[in-house]
Each structure stands twice: as C-alpha cells, then as structure tokens.
C-alpha cells in the first residue's frame, strides 16, 4: 500500500516567491495534518483537516500560510510571499477515521528560502 | 497549559537496555504513542497505550500509567540502526500533543 505522499521533496526559492507544498493521503484516511519541523521550534501543527474540512488553523503562523483540502486524496500549504524564517522541513500526515493516531508522516518537504 | 517532558539525549551500548521515558500533562488524553525519526528521516510510528500496562513490539516495549501520567518506551538488545531521536506524543481531542524529542545514541 502507498504511503502519504508529499512532493516536492525539496525545494529551494527565493524570498517573495509562492510556495506550494502537495500531499496525498492515505487513502481511507479521513484526517490529515500538516506539521513544521525545525531544530529550534521542534514539530509543530500546523493544521488539521478532518472530511476535507479544516477542523483547526490556529497553528498557521500568519496569513502568508494558507491551506487547502479540496477532495479526500489531496491538499496543499502555500506560502506567499516566502519569508527565510519560514525555511523547515514541513511533514504532511494522514489518520484513519477521526482517530488522531497513529499517524501516518509522508518523507516530507524540506524548503530553503534565501 | 499541556506538556511532555521526556530527556533531550540518552546514550547507550550496542546490545544493552535502554529506557526512555515520558511525563505528560494534558486537558485530555486519548493514548500515548511512540515515534522514531532517523536523522533526515520522518517520524515512523511505533507503538500505541490507550490502557495502563506494557505493550511488547518485537525488541520494543511501551508501557503506560494513567494514574502518573508516565509513560516510558523500552528498546532491548539494541542495534546501531535504533540511533535516532524518539517522540512521545499523547492524544488530547483531535491532535498530537508532541514531546521534544529524546535522541539516542548507541556506542559499539
């Protein structure tokens, strides 16, 4: 079975520029979230979806951060406009039904904006 | 406010017992669980509590008290590969409440 999958795998761009990080879940799974992970803040929520619907934004750090769930096998976090400190690996992972866990982490995002 | 509190950094050697524990303190609880993430890696998800008492996993073990709000993750002859940082995670509504992260490392 397929695991969550996220694209792209890295990605390096320039301050100013949109950012648009992609996932799919595991297929069945009804929640999805999207976490940060850097070495000073650790993994952090960012948001979570349950049915497709955003259940809990309030780990998004400011409007820049935005994200999307439009079916059960897809979602995206843009950033826009890209800022350096938002520079992380970002970790997109999926549960079955309304549980919380386990949670099933997709090999994530590491973005690098200069 | 909701915490866990398990060691930043443990050593060990190849082939012995190490513990690693967790304290949490949460408005809710739906389960503890463990994560392992290797350097570079995601976290991989290696066991589940809901109910007091151990859970056995192969070389791992985890086990849960509700009534101290402690949980530990057990890993016995340990191999080179078991280097990485573990998370303790509990579940509280409908997240992850997640630990700093212990980082093991193993000496031959």
């Known amino acids: 079975d397929a695991g969550v999958i996220q694209s792209p795998r890295h990605e390096v761009t320039e301050m100013g520029q949109e950012v648009t990080l992609r996932c799919k879940p595991i297929?069945?799974?009804?929640?999805l979230f999207w976490y940060r992970q850097t070495m000073m803040r650790g993994l952090e929520l960012l948001i979570y979806?349950?049915?497709?619907?955003?259940?809990?934004d309030s780990g998004m750090p400011e409007d820049r951060f935005s994200a999307k769930m439009p079916n059960a096998s897809f979602s995206t976090l843009k950033i826009q406009p890209s800022e350096p400190r938002d520079s992380a690996v970002y970790f997109c992972?999926?549960?079955?039904?309304?549980?919380?866990?386990?949670?099933?982490f997709g090999d994530g995002t590491r973005l690098s904006i200069l | 406010g909701q915490s866990l509190e398990q060691p930043s950094e443990v050593t060990a050697v190849e082939g012995a017992i190490v513990q690693i524990n967790c304290t949490y303190q949460?408005?809710?609880?739906?389960?503890l669980s463990w994560y392992q993430q290797h350097d570079g890696g995601a976290p991989t998800f290696l066991s589940y509590?809901?109910l007091d008492g151990l859970e056995e996993t192969g070389r791992f073990s985890s086990f849960l008290s509700r009534s101290d709000s402690y949980g530990y993750l057990l890993l016995q002859e340990l191999q080179m590969k078991d280097s990485a940082s573990y998370f303790c995670?509990?579940?509280?509504?409908?997240?992850?409440?997640w630990g700093a992260g212990t980082k093991l490392i193993i000496k031959p």
């Open positions: 949460t408005s809710g609880f739906y389960g």
């Open positions: 979806f349950n049915n497709n619907v955003p259940i809990d």
């Open positions: 509590n809901a």
């Open positions: 297929s069945g799974h009804n929640s």
């Open positions: 992972a999926s549960s079955p039904r309304q549980s919380n866990q386990p949670q099933h």
């Open positions: 995670a509990v579940g509280s509504n409908y997240q992850l409440i």
